[in-house]
């Protein structure tokens, strides 16, 4: 199919640029020039790869075999793992640089982080996880259902963080921090993941594969959440 392929190099494009430049962000000074500029990049790219994989999950799930023929599994599988978990990581992807944007425009505005906006684009990740949990159980595929408890807690924390007054004057950028490296995980772990099954398909479904980017995102937080907490007490 014509318009799968072409999502699919505008995909592939967008999120190998988007990952590379990941770290210039991550490494440089917050708030200079460079992380803003290349920041605003990366969201862009990763907006763009998100929406190619909406677009792949919904050809998926209208042709399955047709959209992937090298594929050995039913086509019942085909369209839960490529279409409805793409889908559901797409949206997350786009839910958590949409929070990670919005934390930094509403840090002086706390009232305006609960825009109806702000909260639809959470409640619509929380039920693509439950569909694709609920697809996972019929399916008996435990990463189906093992990925959506990433989803439940990333919209749990965000919409915390919206419909609370913040803790310290900083929260909003562990938020920022938290939501744009989550975006970054979500794609490093979708292209771990999916590319696994090209290279290495006895690989693709083992949740050990999903793990490595979760891990060391998560890690990678949890160290910029440090430094801020360090700032907040000086």
């Avoid at 639809?120 to 019929?138: F, K, P, S, Y």
């Avoid at 594969?209 to 160290?223: C, H, N, R």
Wanted: proline letters at 6%; glycine letters at 6%.
């Amino acid at each position: 199919m014509w318009p799968f392929k072409l999502f699919l190099i505008l995909h592939v494009v967008a999120g190998a640029s988007g990952l590379l430049l990941f770290w210039v962000p991550v490494l440089s000074r917050k708030g200079a020039q460079v992380h803003r500029f290349y920041g605003r990049l990366f969201c862009s790219l990763m907006l763009v790869t998100a929406s190619m994989a909406i677009c792949m999950g919904t050809c998926t799930l209208l042709a399955p075999r047709d959209t992937h023929p090298f594929l050995l599994m039913p086509d019942e599988l085909v369209a839960g793992v490529f279409g409805w978990m793409m889908i559901y990581l797409a949206a997350l992807t786009i839910s958590l640089v949409w929070h990670g944007q919005r934390s930094t425009r509403t840090r002086h505005a706390p009232q305006q982080r609960r825009a109806p906006a702000d909260v639809l684009v959470q409640i619509v990740v929380l039920l693509l996880a439950l569909q694709c949990a609920r697809q996972g159980w019929q399916l008996h595929m435990p990463l189906m259902m093992m990925m959506p408890l990433i989803g439940v807690a990333s919209v749990a924390t965000n919409l915390w963080y919206m419909l609370r007054p913040p803790a310290h004057g900083k929260a909003w950028m562990m938020e920022h921090v938290k939501a744009l490296v989550g975006a970054g995980i979500s794609v490093y772990t979708a292209f771990t993941a999916f590319g696994a099954v090209h290279l290495l398909p006895a690989a693709a479904l083992n949740p050990v594969t999903w793990s490595f980017p979760l891990v060391a995102g998560v890690s990678l937080i949890l160290w910029h959440w440090a430094a801020i907490r360090r700032s907040v007490l000086q």
